[in-house]
């Protein structure tokens, strides 16, 4: 299973990005998918998560800022990033949790990276 994320770039303080990262391969389901983010000298951290129910989990640092959505149909998942600041600055990494018919494993993307500067 591959995970190609891709979205990221430089904006500006208070501007938005939007990420979007596809899972490849053998793939029965997938559960989770989700958003990490890692900045340097910091631990990754969960920024975003959501079921493949739809229910969501978020960072409090990114509660009403960010948005996780998923497409089912293409194993892809969002995120959108709004009101960003320099503490978003990261790299941003995406996981998924999937099953393929015997095991569920969690796979992670390479990263992209974000830096929100003026």
């Known amino acids: 299973v591959q995970l190609q994320a891709s979205g990221g770039g430089l904006v500006q303080p208070g501007g938005s990005l939007r990420l979007s990262c596809a899972a490849s391969?053998?793939?029965?389901?997938?559960?989770?998918m989700g958003w990490y983010r890692q900045a340097l000298g910091k631990q990754r951290e969960l920024v975003a998560s959501?079921?493949?129910?739809?229910?969501?989990n978020y960072a409090d640092s990114v509660k009403g800022r960010f948005t996780i959505s998923r497409d089912k149909t293409k194993n892809t998942v969002y995120l959108q990033m709004s009101s960003l600041n320099p503490e978003d600055t990261a790299v941003y990494l995406c996981?998924?949790?999937?099953?393929?018919?015997?095991?569920?494993?969690?796979?992670w993307g390479r990263g992209t990276l974000v830096t929100v500067s003026s």
């Open positions: 959501i079921t493949s129910g739809g229910v969501t």
């Open positions: 996981a998924a949790d999937v099953f393929d018919r015997v095991v569920i494993t969690k796979h």
């Open positions: 391969g053998t793939i029965f389901s997938i559960n989770v």
